[in-house]
């Protein structure tokens, strides 16, 4: 495989290689082609037991006003049951109004993302409980160490997207939580940002706080600086907090990423066939109340199915399964049109060990072969969620880093085939010191963040230290070195005058 260096030039790709916390920022695109997992006949047979699922049974909205939308549409609505019936014509009608892909803005223009067609972004973990690093221990999530994350996320350009709560910030009240961790992600970091999206309440304050960043509701109606996740209530149900939230954002213009959250066996049928095909009846549905809300509006195509360990009934991650469900499901939303969210670091380890490693790979490759778009949880995530590992975070910004190296391939021409030296040096020499060779060897490979490349002997000399100790003296490192960037006093005073008037009135008395 080749790629045009010129390209990687005008991208901001560097010559010299870099390691992970110096490389710029750049967008990815995937060079190869989609991997195809299953036959057309088969990919048929899933789209049209999808289809089946929103005629027949049905899926519900908790929410008066989706159900209105969809009335209005001509689906057959059930008001007392709350279920929602959508034939076929008017299903596919109406997501195919839906963007293949679109540009979510950063407030350094710099930092804008592509979400969709062959560009891939890389977002941090979002919304563990706890978090844990070697030196204090698991802990429930404080507002310290969520800006800590945030702080990391903004010095690694591997990490496209800020992501939004990298670990919730526990010791903040509930009730007005999201405006401290919003402003603090606006303000600690320049890179695209995700925010609340649990209610209308939660919904219109990030969309307010967007607004005042950007320059008013106009702008970012035509130019999205906001996304979230929207998760079905599988199976087959939307509750009121998640379609008021889908629908104050798609009327505002910002982005939602469509995300049913199946576990085989549990919330969806056992076997694979039969949860993705819920998943893709889930997905679509609210897609389509998204675009009944806005024709247009920016969508993501969301899949995060997985298997139940039947043991306990609890979720497993970084499995085969898992594995299948993320291929199956980059080739569902290529069918549609659609951008496509899928995973990158999940795992069930309760530490930054090789079980997180393989299990994440496990994770990560499916979503590179399967065209991901906006690939979340890549950084972070361990305990099946509930926690994030600083350590860990360290760790993914190196296999993502290892990830994009392969991404942009090498060149094959004259210069890089090298029959001169190869003719020069002849059989038993070596090429340390010819011309091609010095010309090379500082910028020619790879460099790592915290792998070692050290003998044994220098290893032990340098304190035997694992991957998960590197880690965690590169953070520590790093966070030294951290620099805000800047923003408008003007906006930073607009936005703290928001919050302040906000949390007053969310106060309970």
Do not use: C
Request: negative net charge; without cysteine.
């Amino acid at each position: 495989m080749t790629r045009d260096r010129s390209r990687r030039r005008a991208e901001g790709r560097s010559e010299a290689p870099r390691d992970a916390s110096t490389a710029p920022f750049r967008l990815l695109q995937n060079p190869w082609p989609p991997l195809t997992v299953i036959s057309p006949a088969a990919e048929d047979r899933l789209h049209e037991a999808s289809v089946q699922i929103l005629e027949n049974t049905g899926i519900e909205f908790l929410d008066d006003e989706a159900l209105d939308l969809f009335a209005q549409a001509g689906a057959a609505v059930q008001r007392e049951t709350r279920r929602v019936r959508i034939d076929r014509g008017l299903l596919l009608e109406t997501i195919a109004k839906a963007p293949s892909s679109f540009t979510l803005h950063a407030r350094n223009p710099e930092r804008n993302v592509i979400i969709g067609g062959d560009y891939i972004v890389f977002s941090p973990v979002g919304g563990p409980a706890y978090s844990t690093n070697l030196e204090r221990g698991r802990r429930p999530g404080t507002l310290a160490d969520y800006e800590d994350l945030v702080r990391l996320t903004h010095i690694f350009n591997i990490l496209h997207h800020g992501s939004d709560t990298h670990v919730e910030p526990t010791d903040l009240p509930v009730e007005t939580r999201h405006l401290d961790y919003l402003y603090r992600l606006i303000t600690l970091t320049d890179k695209t940002i995700m925010g609340p999206i649990r209610g209308r309440v939660l919904a219109r304050d990030a969309v307010e706080i967007t607004a005042i960043l950007f320059g008013g509701h106009g702008v970012i109606r035509e130019h999205p600086g906001l996304i979230s996740i929207v998760n079905a209530n599988s199976p087959l149900r939307y509750d009121n907090v998640m379609a008021e939230g889908l629908i104050t954002y798609a009327r505002a213009g910002q982005a939602v990423v469509v995300t049913p959250f199946i576990l085989a066996g549990a919330m969806g049928p056992i076997t694979l066939a039969g949860a993705v095909a819920q998943q893709n009846a889930e997905a679509l549905a609210g897609i389509a109340l998204a675009q009944l809300v806005n024709p247009g509006a920016p969508v993501v195509y969301g899949g995060f199915t997985t298997d139940t360990y039947m043991r306990s009934g609890s979720p497993s991650f970084g499995t085969p399964e898992a594995a299948w469900a993320i291929l199956v499901g980059g080739q569902l939303a290529r069918r549609y049109h659609l951008p496509y969210r899928t995973s990158g670091g999940l795992n069930s380890s309760n530490v930054p060990d090789a079980q997180a490693a393989y299990e994440s790979m496990m994770s990560l490759w499916p979503s590179i072969l399967a065209h991901g778009n906006f690939i979340y949880h890549a950084a972070g995530w361990i305990e099946g969620g509930l926690t994030t590992s600083y350590e860990k975070f360290i760790n993914d910004v190196e296999v993502l880093s290892m990830m994009a190296a392969l991404l942009d391939g090498f060149e094959i021409n004259d210069d890089t085939l090298a029959l001169a030296y190869i003719d020069q040096v002849g059989p038993g020499g070596h090429h340390f010191d010819t011309a091609h060779t010095l010309a090379r060897f500082s910028t020619a490979f790879y460099q790592p963040l915290i792998s070692t490349r050290q003998s044994y002997e220098a290893w032990v000399e340098s304190g035997s230290l694992d991957a998960a100790q590197r880690a965690h003296l590169k953070w520590k490192a790093l966070l030294k070195t951290y620099q805000q960037p800047p923003l408008d006093p003007a906006i930073d005073e607009a936005l703290r005058d928001y919050v302040t008037r906000r949390k007053r009135e969310l106060e309970p008395p």
